[in-house]
Nanobody, 125 residues
Framework: QVQLVESGGGLVQAGDSLTLSCVVSGRTFSNYNMGWFRQAPGKEREFVAAITWSGNTAFYTDSVKGRFTISRDNAKNTVYLQMNSLKPVDTAVYYC??????????????????WGQGTQVTVSS
């Protein structure tokens, strides 16, 4: 059974930085493309970033390009989301996810079969 556990969320001020981590167990992590999503109160869950199994290619939604960086360490079974220049609109629960046969950079939620429990990021103005 695949398990994903996020950590690193918190309360920060606008302009601050945070790094989220997601540890994956139960599968050979290096075989899987990975994604980060977020869900703000009253809104649908949305794609934030994705990375290929090798870590060579990353994908971002437009609103975070230049501010967020996704990376992975296959030796640690961990994917990261470095978030800089945070804004109040980035406030959300952040989830990591993966799936069987997941396309690189896939954005639809239904392509992801395994999800973490989420970690709360709150950015105050």
């Amino acid at each position: 059974q695949v398990q994903l556990v996020e950590s690193g969320g918190g309360l920060v001020q606008a302009g601050d930085s945070l790094t989220l981590s997601c540890v994956v167990s139960g599968r050979t992590f290096s075989n899987y493309n990975m994604g980060w999503f977020r869900q703000a109160p009253g809104k649908e869950r949305e794609f934030v970033a994705a990375i290929t199994w090798s870590g060579n290619t990353a994908f971002y939604t437009d609103s975070v390009k230049g501010r967020f960086t996704i990376s992975r360490d296959n030796a640690k079974n961990t994917v990261y989301l470095q978030m800089n220049s945070l804004k109040p609109v980035d406030t959300a629960v952040y989830y990591c996810a993966t799936g069987e046969g997941l396309r690189p950079g896939a954005r639809p939620l239904n392509e992801y079969h395994y999800w973490g429990q989420g970690t709360q990021v709150t950015v105050s103005s």
